[in-house]
């Protein structure tokens, strides 16, 4: 069953077009490689999809029109975002950041902790005293706490170090295979997206331009798009 | 125990020791000036779950303080003369139940609170102190021109309204009873800010964007903090009503704004005891520079300035350390 549709979605940035026409699709319990260069509109999508940026085109999430809702709304539809940075809740412990939106379901303070034993060693620090890894594990289970039936994953391991990246890649194959939730994941990186996700689509200057299997993305592919 | 819970049980102390003290030595103006330092307190409290947790800054809760004081004031004024407030289409007459005279106090400072904040709320930053200023004189200037119920010289009550099983026209009965008030009030706050609903609102004065995207809206949660703001304030508008026996248009004007958030900075933006600290500290300037000089509010003007510049969280902020807000 089809969770999210996107189909010829356009958005601009005041003056400036950003979104020329994205198509993307993900099913229940499916996860999605959003692949593109540098300033393609992988995060600009990601907007538009958690109705932070007013777009147009068809958007549809479990069957119903993510374009007549506002943000909290979307998100409340099951649209959970780990944004692109390091952006928790600073002056809020990591208990509390993980508190702050949680609702009922399988993600709790334990599973969280299971998932991200760290957290819970630095359960009573205050986000903005975490490393940049601790704070992106907190900004996952922070939106794992929400129970979300997609979790969007925006450059979730940028600027991290290799093993923290590691960590947070080990996660994303936990969600993958021990949850039906659906992922939608950016990154630059073709060797982890290969194994963490299912299919892939291409984003070329705002515009769809490849999606398939994740076995069928070719290297002539990845050069013409991703330039790897 | 941190640093913080000890200044907070220190400034608790004092609020028990001082009007005792004040008892035994037969000095019954203390117990009065306590209680009006109580009942500001009280006022501030409510100012900083919105500014302190809620990140709004109000320059209208003299709004709230004062309806409080004229639901006390109104009710009172139709009790001690045997009339209605209304005829049509039923009866409403007076009282002089505090109890009742409260909840009358906090839903109708509640509901302004409302109003205001279904407006105020879809501008942020100075607009939004601009909104809440300009209601603050509408109804200051609707109060001024209401000769019913006084116009611009006020309302005078006679006798102190009653609490069941308290004389409060003992100084020391009242203080307790405004003492206990104030408790019940920092207990609750203190539950509410680490309460789910708490843990947001905080969240959103922080980043109200990234809050929209974990399904919560940051416009309900600081409207519904404003209205329990308030109330609050409404309810200490009541008290200080009741202390003086009379209300007037004095307590809407912005300076009285003005003033309620003068406690909240001098004691501590966002920390418990920071309104409760800034309070006192207010009523003994008031009280002792007062006696020295007429123009004691320069020297006011020069402690603030020195705050604000030199200590960004208050008085309780530079004893306790920087710290967590809501210790």
New interface residues.
């Given amino acids: 069953m089809t969770l999210l549709t996107l189909q010829n979605v356009t958005a601009t940035y005041g003056a400036s077009q950003a979104l020329f026409g994205v198509d993307l699709e993900i099913g229940e319990g499916q996860s999605v490689g959003f692949m593109g260069r540098n300033g393609m509109g992988k995060t600009t999508t990601v907007k538009t999809i958690c109705r932070m940026l007013p777009a147009r085109g068809k958007m549809q999430f479990d069957g119903q029109d993510l374009q007549r809702l506002p943000s909290h709304r979307a998100a409340r539809l099951g649209i959970g975002l780990v944004p692109e940075g390091r952006r928790c809740f600073p002056d809020l412990t990591v208990e509390e950041n993980l508190g702050a939106a949680a609702r009922r379901g399988h993600w709790d303070l334990s599973n969280v902790y299971t998932l991200f034993p760290r957290l819970k060693e630095r359960r009573r620090q205050v986000a903005a005293s975490l490393s940049g890894g601790e704070q992106q594990m907190l900004s996952i289970g922070r939106a794992l706490t929400t129970n979300p039936r997609l979790l969007i994953l925006d450059e979730a391991t940028e600027g991290l170090a290799p093993i923290v990246r590691q960590e947070i890649w080990t996660a994303i194959a936990t969600l993958k295979h021990e949850t039906g939730m659906a992922l939608l994941v950016i990154d630059k990186t073709l060797k982890e997206m290969r194994g963490a996700c299912d299919r892939a689509v291409l984003l070329e200057r705002g515009r769809t331009v490849w999606a398939g299997p994740m076995d069928d993305l070719t290297l002539e592919l990845t050069e013409t798009y991703l330039g790897v | 125990m941190s640093r913080e819970a000890l200044v907070n049980s220190a400034a608790l102390l004092l609020l028990v020791a001082v009007p005792v003290w004040a008892l035994w030595a037969d000095e019954p103006f203390t117990i009065t000036l306590a209680t009006r330092a109580v009942i500001f307190a009280l006022a501030a409290a409510g100012l900083n779950i919105a500014l302190g947790w809620g990140g709004m800054v109000s320059l209208g809760h003299a709004v709230y303080f004062g309806l409080g004081g004229y639901a006390m004031g109104v009710l009172a004024f139709h009790a001690q003369n045997y009339t209605p407030l209304m005829d049509w289409p039923f009866t409403i007459t007076g009282t002089k139940s505090m109890p009742v005279i409260w909840l009358v106090a906090m839903i109708s400072s509640a509901v302004a609170a409302l109003v205001i904040g279904l407006l105020a709320l879809r501008t942020s930053g100075v607009y939004f102190i601009m909104i809440t200023l300009a209601f603050g004189q509408m109804v200051f200037f609707f109060a001024i021109s209401w000769p019913t119920y006084g116009g611009e010289d006020g309302l005078s009550i006679y006798v102190r309204n009653s609490f069941p099983g308290l004389n409060t026209l003992v100084p020391i009965e009242f203080y307790g009873l405004c003492l206990s008030v104030l408790c019940v009030i920092l207990f609750l706050n203190a539950r509410l800010i680490r309460s789910?609903f708490g843990?947001?609102l905080?969240?959103a004065r922080?980043?109200p964007?990234?809050?929209?995207?974990?399904?919560?809206?940051?416009t309900r949660l600081k409207l519904s903090a404003l209205v329990i703001s308030g109330a609050v304030t409404g309810l200490a508008g009541a008290l200080f009503a009741d202390l003086n026996r009379f209300v007037s248009p004095t307590m809407l004007s912005w300076q009285m704004s003005g003033e309620i958030m003068v406690f909240v900075i001098i004691g501590g933006v966002g920390r418990l005891f920071g309104p409760v600290v800034g309070a006192c500290l207010f009523v003994l300037l008031e009280h002792f520079l007062g006696g020295v000089s007429e123009y004691w509010q320069v020297f006011l003007g020069l402690v603030l300035l020195g705050i604000v510049l030199f200590g960004h969280g208050g008085v309780v902020g530079m004893i306790a350390g920087r710290g967590?807000?809501h210790d």
Wanted: hydrophobic share 35%.
């Fill in positions: 789910p843990l947001a905080n969240a922080q980043v964007h990234r809050v929209e995207t974990v399904g919560m809206n940051p967590r807000t």
